[in-house]
């Protein structure tokens, strides 16, 4: 089913995924919205999830992130801690913009100044110093996402996951914002695994595009992505792998809406 | 030699792609961000503001004063039952200019905040609780709205009763006054949590204490306002019927000088409290506004 099941087992994977599935409800109301899904994703991989909407990715990634359980399969990540980023930048605003940096230090039991110097370096890889004492609604949408980054840095996860984090941003603060992700997951070395329905996101950042098929959720094709980086958007490469993508996806639908 | 000129041609080039690339990003966010964060908005001369929020109060307090001046020539009532503003004013002044008077007002207040407090304690209290624990919501959540709607009036038969004519006859109206809206305040408060704050918060690790300290009670902060507020109003309204109806001897609280101006038929003295009772009133509901406002605007709730 899944070309990931005759790969046989990874080694060195931060989050193994085999066979899960995710009812939601019970009796004639169940609810199918995962279907034996399996997926490794490595250490410091780029792993982006599509799928159109109902597929469940955003399902997959709550059970990665353990708000929710799954109902049968294994997930495994290895005691290893995760964070989380959603469409909205979700910041606290009773806090400043560093304020919501350091919650989480303040949580794993970081001192006032080791708190304070560690927002301040967080704060400078996302570019943002000179921010600090802003609260979070005098930043625009763009900000505010860099400010929840940020936050999730701090939580000094393994696995970065992120729902549609972009999906609200206008096109060109979305470009700006791919290439810094890009920047920061290299320089960081973190593992992301990064929900989208927009297939050219998914190209120009991930090392792997997994597609899931709609309802149930199932994993339908996995694609390494080989071109380049830093890579463009609009370069002829990345449209090129989307549109293949795309044809492929749109085939799913079809076979769905049928 | 051109070929070398070329190489290092297209190396500067390359260093001034880099150099434009690293650069890019940070003008074009800033210019991006600049045009979607909010502008500073200009403040206004404060001569000029005051002045506007001002003037509509001032004429509408002319006009009540016009109305009642009106009623007093026309002669609705005797005049010694309705004395004219300029009887009542100067009546007024000669009030609030003895110590006698504030020892009244210093005993009022002290009974107001008293009951106040108490009821902000117990009303935080038991809305943790029910927000907390469900069986105690399903128990007594409809509960404690129904007892916001009860007229606190109602209560005090039975007060007088269980305490006798003392001051915790009048504490324990105040109490069961306000209690109930504070305790609505936190609970809706805590109701609201947006549910992505609430995964935000799990994903982080927070339970337990850390995440009522760090992620619930500042959340349901704004709510919590309101209800403090609704219950100040309510406990001052409690307070006022109670000392009208439960004289305390020897406590000689607003309430009581107000009888005792009807009492004598001392009509002056009568609208006089009235009016002092007002202004403490708007005065405190507009501390909360305060509060509330700053909260908004901290919080960015307020629209642009």
């Given amino acids: 089913m899944s070309i990931l099941e005759t790969t046989g087992v990874r080694t060195d994977a931060v989050v193994r995924i085999e066979n899960v599935s995710k009812t939601y409800g019970s009796g004639s109301n169940a609810l199918l919205a995962l279907d034996r899904v399996s997926l490794d994703v490595e250490k410091g991989e780029f792993v982006c999830l599509l799928g159109a909407s109902g597929c469940g990715k955003s399902t997959l990634l709550s059970l990665v992130a353990g708000l929710d359980q799954i109902s049968s399969g294994t997930l495994e990540i290895g005691g290893r801690k995760v964070a989380l980023m959603f469409q909205e930048a979700a910041l606290f605003p009773w806090l400043s913009v560093t304020g919501n940096v350091e919650l989480p230090l303040r949580l794993q039991g970081l001192g006032k100044a080791e708190r304070r110097k560690r927002a301040e370096e967080l704060l400078e890889v996302v570019r943002l110093n000179g921010f600090a004492d802003k609260r979070p609604h005098e930043l625009s949408g763009g900000m505010r996402q860099r400010v929840a980054l940020a936050r999730a840095l701090a939580q000094n996860a393994d696995v970065l996951l992120m729902d549609e984090p972009f999906g609200a941003l206008d096109a060109m603060t979305r470009d700006i914002l791919h290439d810094e992700l890009e920047r920061i997951w290299r320089e960081q070395n973190l593992t992301v695994l990064f929900v989208t329905h927009n297939v050219r996101e998914a190209v120009r950042l991930g090392d792997r595009v997994i597609l899931l098929s709609s309802r149930p959720g199932r994993v339908i094709e996995d694609f390494p992505i080989q071109h380049a980086r830093p890579r463009r958007i609009d370069s002829p490469e990345v449209s090129g792998q989307a549109a293949e993508i795309t044809d492929r996806l749109r085939a799913e639908v079809a076979r769905h809406a049928s | ?304």
Avoid: C
Wanted: aromatic share 8%; glycine share 8%.
């Fill in chain 2, 1 to 304: 030699m051109p070929a070398e000129t070329a190489v290092s041609d297209s190396t500067t080039a390359a260093t001034n792609a880099v150099t434009l690339t690293k650069g890019r990003a940070a003008n074009e966010v800033s210019g991006l961000d600049a045009l979607e964060t909010a502008p500073q908005r200009d403040k206004g001369r404060l001569g000029l503001r005051i002045w506007a929020s001002a003037w509509p109060k001032l004429l509408a307090l002319a006009i009540v004063i016009g109305i009642w001046e009106a009623a007093y020539l026309a002669e609705w009532r005797p005049s010694y039952l309705l004395p004219p503003p300029t009887e009542v004013f100067p009546q007024l002044w000669d009030l609030i200019t003895t110590a006698d008077f504030w020892n009244g007002i210093r005993l009022t207040m002290t009974r107001a905040i008293t009951g106040f407090s108490l009821a902000v304690a117990i009303g935080t209290v038991l809305g943790a609780a029910v927000s907390r624990f469900a069986p105690l919501r399903a128990a007594i959540g409809s509960l404690i709205t129904g007892l916001q709607t009860m007229p606190s009036i109602m209560w005090f038969p039975l007060a007088i009763l269980l305490f006798q004519l003392g001051e915790k006859a009048i504490l324990f109206v105040v109490v069961i006054g306000a209690a109930p809206s504070v305790a609505n305040g936190l609970i809706s408060g805590i109701d609201y949590v947006p549910r992505t704050w609430l995964r935000v918060g799990q994903v982080m690790g927070m339970s337990g204490l850390a995440k009522y300290r760090h992620l619930i009670l500042p959340a349901s902060l704004p709510s919590f306002v309101s209800g403090l507020k609704q219950g100040w109003a309510f406990s001052w309204r409690s307070l006022m019927a109670g000392e009208l109806l439960v004289m305390v001897p020897g406590a000689v609280s607003i309430g009581v000088r107000m009888q005792n101006a009807r009492d004598l038929t001392d009509s002056g003295l009568v609208i006089s409290y009235i009016m002092v009772v007002l202004v403490i009133g708007i005065l405190i509901d507009q501390l909360f506004n305060f509060a509330d406002n700053a909260l908004r605007k901290r919080w960015g709730l307020t629209g642009n």
